[in-house]
């Protein structure tokens, strides 16, 4: 087991602008983190397991709908609460944090605000409490950066809607109870349903031999004439704009997360870099490696500024897509340099799973993937400074 030493970095004393209950809050995820997670994710992800018996603790913790409200199980806590909360838990591991995105932006988030109040009952107080589990399907195997493409689509059969198609890369899929899927009516128009496990042409085979998230099940969802009820359709919001709002929600949580896994990475580095002798120094007296260092907690310093400009944003509900569209791909790009940089100050230490760098590295190639890749969030940019979308 893993003896976990972390030490926050805050070069410009940004807790003083954080409340008491961010830093309760804060406080209370790191606790649980260096409790729960660090000492046994690696073993973890080596076997490409999830930990499924942290699945209650993090309900606990209040990771499953942080900012949902108390009356659905939810925590009722306010953005940079959430986004403290994440930034912990993939200090632990980008993985679990994985677990936690899916399962709050992307399964209570769009069941909260697309569905209605019988959803919102039956399926929030479950999911926020760890007894079910949630996915989310976007993503197609012809259709990734181009959701809008999709074809996984559904009929009016009178009494039912009957849906096919496929879905891949799906984070906790293997095990989901539920899955808010996207798919075409026979219009065209794009809706959100939910498919409970059980329901007959519906299959969840694992993906296999990943590289990274390893400690994360990823899936595909196979729909084969599946018969979903109508009531399971959400019914406040339709088009490609409903998926993309829960993605907003996701990508917020995972500009904040980065931060905790470039902190791990800096943290590491240092301390090791103070320990190390080489020429009868500790490496840590090298300039070269001290330039490494200073940029590290530079970009670090930078990025915990836009996440927390933009959690005050988000609370006075301001944050444009494009403004979280940026943090989610300055911060992704930022920690996965600094882990980069990190493995190498450790030698051949650096690619040990005695220590964290490399599994964070090899997750931040998942997550600068995932929610939209580096270059699509580029071209978010570029046509919200522009006026003109650069995409096709
Ligand atoms: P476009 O024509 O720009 O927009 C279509 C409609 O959507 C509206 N819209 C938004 N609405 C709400 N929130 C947003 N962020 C929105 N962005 C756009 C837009 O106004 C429009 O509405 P309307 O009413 O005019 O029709 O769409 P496009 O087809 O050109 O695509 C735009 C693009 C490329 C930016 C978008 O499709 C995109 O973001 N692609 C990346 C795909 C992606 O991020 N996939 C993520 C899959 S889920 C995932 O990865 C989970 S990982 C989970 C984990 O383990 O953490
Ligand atoms: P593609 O879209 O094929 O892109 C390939 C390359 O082309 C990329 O570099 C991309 O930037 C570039 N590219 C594409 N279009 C353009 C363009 N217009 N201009 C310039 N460059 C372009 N999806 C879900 O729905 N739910 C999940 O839970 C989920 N979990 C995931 C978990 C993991 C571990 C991974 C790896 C992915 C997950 N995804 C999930 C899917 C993820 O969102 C997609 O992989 C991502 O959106 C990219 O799609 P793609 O892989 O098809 O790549």
Redesign the pocket.
């Known amino acids: 087991m893993a003896t976990d030493l972390f030490q926050s970095p805050d070069y410009y004393q940004l807790d003083e602008l954080l409340s008491e209950e961010h830093l309760l809050v804060r406080e209370a995820t790191r606790d649980w983190v260096k409790k729960e997670v660090t000492p046994i994710i690696e073993d973890y992800a080596q076997r490409a397991e999830f930990p499924k018996h942290i699945v209650n603790g993090l309900a606990e913790v209040g990771a499953f709908g942080p900012y949902i409200p108390q009356e659905y199980g939810g925590a009722g806590l306010d953005q940079i609460s959430y986004g403290l909360m994440m930034q912990e838990i993939e200090r632990g591991d980008s993985g679990v944090r994985?677990t936690c995105?899916?399962q709050s932006s992307?399964v209570m988030y769009p069941i909260y605000k697309y569905g209605n109040e019988e959803q919102r009952k039956k399926y929030l107080p479950k999911l926020a409490s760890g007894e079910f589990l949630g996915c989310?399907g976007?993503?197609e195997p012809d259709h990734?950066?181009?959701?809008?493409g999709m074809i996984t689509n559904f009929k009016d059969k009178g009494d039912h809607y009957l849906l096919n198609g496929a879905k891949m890369w799906i984070?906790n899929a293997p095990f989901a109870d539920i899955a808010v899927v996207w798919a075409k009516d026979e219009t065209g128009r794009i809706h959100g349903l939910i498919v409970e496990r059980g329901m007959e042409g519906f299959t969840t085979p694992e993906t296999h031999n990943k590289w990274s998230l390893r400690a994360?099940a990823t899936g595909e969802l196979v729909f084969d004439n599946v018969k979903v009820p109508k009531e399971n359709l959400l019914p406040n919001k339709s088009?490609?704009?409903a998926p993309?709002?829960c993605?907003?929600s996701?990508r917020f949580g995972?500009a904040w997360g980065a931060i905790g896994a470039a902190m791990d990475c800096y943290d590491t580095a240092l301390r090791y870099a103070k320990e190390r002798i080489q020429f009868e120094k500790p490496i840590a007296s090298f300039q070269l490696q001290q330039k490494k260092l200073a940029e590290m907690i530079t970009e670090i310093t930078k990025a915990q500024l836009l996440t927390w400009r933009l959690g005050v944003l988000r609370n006075e509900d301001k944050a444009t897509?494009a403004q979280i569209s940026m943090a989610k791909r300055n911060n992704v790009d930022m920690a996965l340099k600094i882990a980069r940089e990190a493995r190498q100050m450790l030698g051949g230490m650096g690619i040990s799973g005695e220590y964290s760098i490399m599994r964070h590295m090899m997750n931040l190639e998942s997550v600068v993937t995932?929610?939209?890749t580096h270059d699509?969030h580029l071209l978010?940019t570029g046509m919200d400074v522009t006026g003109i979308?650069a995409?096709k």
């Open positions: 994985s995105s899916v992307l989310f976007l993503t990734g950066s181009n959701p809008g984070s994360s088009g490609l704009g993309l709002g993605l907003d996701a995972i897509s995932y929610e939209g699509i978010i979308p995409f």
